[in-house]
Nanobody, 123 residues
């Protein structure tokens, strides 16, 4: 079973930037499609961005497109989420998960969730 650990969350002002990391382990090869999700207080968990094993396919939610960038460094078993021009509505707990290679960003296929990292955007 793939294990995932999120890190990099914290407090940032509106318009600021934050970089999240999702480090994987527990498998012979830690190269899997990975998705970033977030859940704000009182709201449903939503898809933020997904990346294929090689990084050739990328998906972004409309709410973050143009502001967030997903990438990966397979040598480090890590997927990143660079968040720029952050808004208060980006405040949430951010999770990463193993995704389906066939349906890259289908939330129903997500598995092996990490524990999440808190992101707060506030003045």
């Amino acid at each position: 079973q793939l294990q995932l650990v999120e890190s990099g969350g914290g407090l940032v002002q509106p318009g600021g930037s934050l970089r999240l990391s999702c480090t994987t382990s527990g498998a012979t090869l830690n190269y899997y499609p990975i998705g970033w999700f977030r859940q704000a207080p009182g709201k449903e968990r939503e898809v933020v961005s997904c990346i294929s094993t090689s990084g050739s396919r990328l998906n972004y939610a409309d709410s973050v497109k143009g502001r967030f960038t997903i990438s990966r460094d397979n040598a480090k078993n890590t997927v990143y989420l660079q968040m720029n021009s952050m808004k208060p509505e980006d405040t949430a707990i951010y999770y990463c998960a193993q995704m389906s290679a066939q349906l890259l960003c289908d939330p129903l296929s997500a598995r092996s969730w990490g524990q999440g990292t808190h992101v707060t955007v506030s003045s």
